[in-house]
């Protein structure tokens, strides 16, 4: 059976909150026809599959995505924790170069590869934190800022149109916000993710953050 590892993207400094993602190191031994089941058995926001040359396909519960920022951050991060690391991941949308900075792992993405959201500007993380899911009809980044002269933004992240209610912890939503503010940020998503952006070279946008690892398994839902 394929081995699964759960890992937990964008933790505090405590090493709590992140969001959950699954990653088949192996990822030739699920076939492609049962990948996207098997993603919606596991019901992450995102399940990740690692096929040669760190090349990556990113599903959630019901669909396929061409990237994705913390399932790219916390490939990144595992295949260097288990002596496979790549300078390079290729998930369809392109080339994602990765960097590991002391207890962080970066990515850097362009911001159009990010899913298209409504960028909502609030005026407090009250406000942020009061936005009722419901009250939403598509894919949504509600933001305000903290401080802004710090660069401190309190986030929340609904992604309906691909059968997430709320994201814990979004990397391509955050590095687009960041391209949008063309600043370095530092912004906390959901009950108390992290993630840290800012502008690089030729237009991309940097996002990273603290991995860890909770679980490996045996994953019987292969056939």
């Known amino acids: 059976m394929p081995t699964l590892h759960v890992l937990r993207v964008f933790v505090n400094e405590d090493g709590e909150w992140g969001n959950q993602?699954?990653?088949?190191?192996?990822?030739?031994?699920?076939?492609?026809?049962?990948?996207?089941?098997?993603?919606?058995?596991?019901?992450?926001?995102?399940?990740?599959?690692?096929?040669?040359?760190g090349q990556l396909r990113i599903y959630t519960p019901s669909v396929e995505l061409p990237f994705a920022g913390h399932p790219s951050v916390g490939a990144a991060w595992l295949l260097e924790r288990e002596g496979a690391a790549s300078e390079i991941l290729r998930p369809p949308a392109g080339e994602v170069p990765v960097r590991q900075a002391e207890?962080?792992?970066?990515?850097?993405?362009?911001?159009?590869?990010?899913?298209?959201?409504?960028?909502?500007?609030?005026?407090?993380?009250?406000?942020?934190?009061?936005?009722?899911?419901?009250?939403?009809?598509?894919?949504?980044?509600?933001?305000?800022?903290?401080?802004?002269?710090?660069?401190?933004?309190?986030?929340?992240?609904?992604?309906?149109?691909?059968?997430?209610?709320?994201?814990?912890?979004?990397?391509?939503?955050?590095?687009?916000?960041?391209?949008?503010?063309?600043?370095?940020?530092?912004?906390?998503q959901g009950h108390g993710s992290v993630l840290i952006c800012r502008p690089v070279d030729d237009g991309r946008i940097e996002v990273g953050g603290t991995v860890v690892l909770d679980e490996i398994r045996e994953c019987s839902r292969v056939n």
């Open 103 to 188: 207890d962080a792992t970066f990515i850097a993405a362009r911001p159009e590869w990010a899913p298209q959201f409504e960028y909502r500007h609030l005026d407090s993380p009250a406000e942020v934190r009061n936005l009722k899911a419901s009250a939403l009809t598509g894919n949504t980044y509600a933001w305000s800022w903290i401080d802004a002269a710090a660069g401190t933004i309190r986030a929340r992240s609904f992604v309906p149109e691909a059968g997430i209610v709320e994201d814990e912890a979004t990397g391509s939503a955050a590095l687009a916000l960041c391209a949008q503010l063309d600043r370095p940020v530092t912004i906390h």
């Open 21 to 53: 993602l699954g990653v088949f190191l192996a990822g030739e031994q699920v076939p492609e026809g049962q990948r996207q089941q098997v993603a919606t058995e596991l019901g992450f926001s995102e399940t990740v599959f690692v096929d040669d040359e």
